[in-house]
């Protein structure tokens, strides 16, 4: 069965830190990958994913994420980091056509000014 | 212009009790999804409808029944609700297929006592 780990589950950095996040999947096959964001009191939203191509993905508000297949990793990195960066990140595996998204248990990442 | 809205925000209820969530989208995706988020933040995938039709039904107990009148509305019924549904719920949608982007809506706190 699909699984996705996410090693980091609280995070705390002062602002200007640098950031990586780790997550691990197990899945044979061809995935997609993402990254989603839950700001305080918001819905989750897109941060970044990865469908084939560069391994190197940007996304949003300066993160990016490195998808290294003999790894089956897809990690979550921001070269400095801000106080509005403080949220929940949530790493999810995605394969077939039927939509399914298999989440991480996600990484609270706190930021301090 | 709420791309993807859920009814109620909070819901607190007795056990025992029978409770619907609403949830409607204007994005014209033709795929709708109900999640579930633990207490622990873990968010696990319960049902999928693609154009009013079933295609995702995870192990969840019959007590959970989803509806889908249209394309825009996925609306989760809830019968003889126990302490264990206590959890956030969150609705998403898309395009079918697992490389398009779900958009979630702001979910559904259920607090069972």
């Known amino acids: 069965a699909q699984s996705v780990s996410q090693h980091n589950h609280h995070v705390i950095l002062s602002e200007a830190a640098s950031l990586e996040l780790g997550c691990n999947y197990s899945?044979?096959?061809?995935?997609?990958l993402f990254w989603y964001v839950q700001y305080p009191g918001q819905h989750l939203q897109l941060l970044l994913k990865?469908?084939?191509?560069?391994?190197l993905v940007k996304g949003i508000k300066g993160f990016e994420a490195e998808f290294i297949k003999s790894k089956f990793s897809f990690n979550l990195r921001k070269p400095s980091v801000q106080w509005s960066d403080t949220a929940e990140y949530f790493c999810?595996?995605?394969?077939?056509?039927?939509?399914?998204?298999?989440f991480g248990q996600g990484t609270t990442l706190q930021v301090k000014p | 212009d709420t791309a993807v809205s859920q009814t109620p925000k909070y819901l607190v209820t007795q056990m025992g009790n029978d409770k619907s969530i609403k949830c409607e989208q204007n994005?014209?995706?033709?795929?709708m999804y109900w999640y579930k988020q633990d207490s622990k933040k873990f968010l696990k995938i319960m049902f999928s409808?693609?154009?009013?039709?079933?295609?995702i039904n995870e192990t969840v107990p019959n007590r959970f029944s989803p509806k889908s009148p249209d394309k825009a509305h996925l609306n989760l019924h809830i019968n003889s609700l126990e302490l264990g549904d206590s959890a956030v719920y969150f609705c998403?949608?898309?395009?079918?297929?697992?490389?398009?982007?779900?958009?979630f809506g702001p979910g559904t706190r259920l607090l069972v006592l």
């Open positions: 990865y469908f084939s191509g560069d391994p």
């Open positions: 998403a949608s898309s395009h079918r297929t697992s490389l398009e982007t779900q958009y």
């Open positions: 899945y044979g096959g061809t995935v997609n």
């Open positions: 409808y693609n154009n009013k039709e079933l295609i």
């Open positions: 999810a595996v995605g394969s077939g056509n039927t939509g399914k998204l298999i």
């Open positions: 994005l014209g995706h033709d795929t």
